[in-house]
Nanobody, 115 residues
Framework: VQLQASGGGLVQPGGSLTLSCAVS????????IGWFRQAPGKEREGVSC????????NYADSVKGRFTISRDNSRKTVYLQMNSLKPEDTAVYYC?????????WGMGTQVTVSS
């Protein structure tokens, strides 16, 4: 299983970005796909996750109401729509896939929120 995160970049405070996580698998069924982030000098933290089977989602309190996670099983891709971005959202964002007790990580994509 390989994951490829993309869509990061530099954005001004209040702006938006959409991250994509492309998962190279036969089927995206029955995975939990999560987005995590790690800012310089800080621990990696969970941002949001989605069950690909039923679309149920979870969000960290810090991003609730601003970020939306979604999936397109046919494209084997999970998205993270990020609105109202704040400087404290600056971090490297990683996607993660879990299925049957196995855990996979992709390379991250940098998100920088700055004026």
């Amino acid at each position: 299983v390989q994951l490829q995160a993309s869509g990061g970049g530099l954005v001004q405070p209040g702006g938006s970005l959409t991250l994509s996580c492309a998962v190279s698998v036969f089927t995206l069924d029955d995975y939990v796909i999560g987005w995590f982030r790690q800012a310089p000098g800080k621990e990696r933290e969970g941002v949001s996750c989605i069950k690909t089977s039923d679309g149920s989602t979870n969000y960290a309190d810090s991003v609730k109401g601003r970020f939306t996670i979604s999936r397109d099983n046919s494209r084997k891709t999970v998205y993270l729509q990020m609105n109202s971005l704040k400087p404290e959202d600056t971090a490297v964002y990683y996607c993660n896939a879990i299925r049957s007790g196995n855990d996979y990580w992709g390379m991250g994509t940098q998100v920088t929120v700055s004026s």
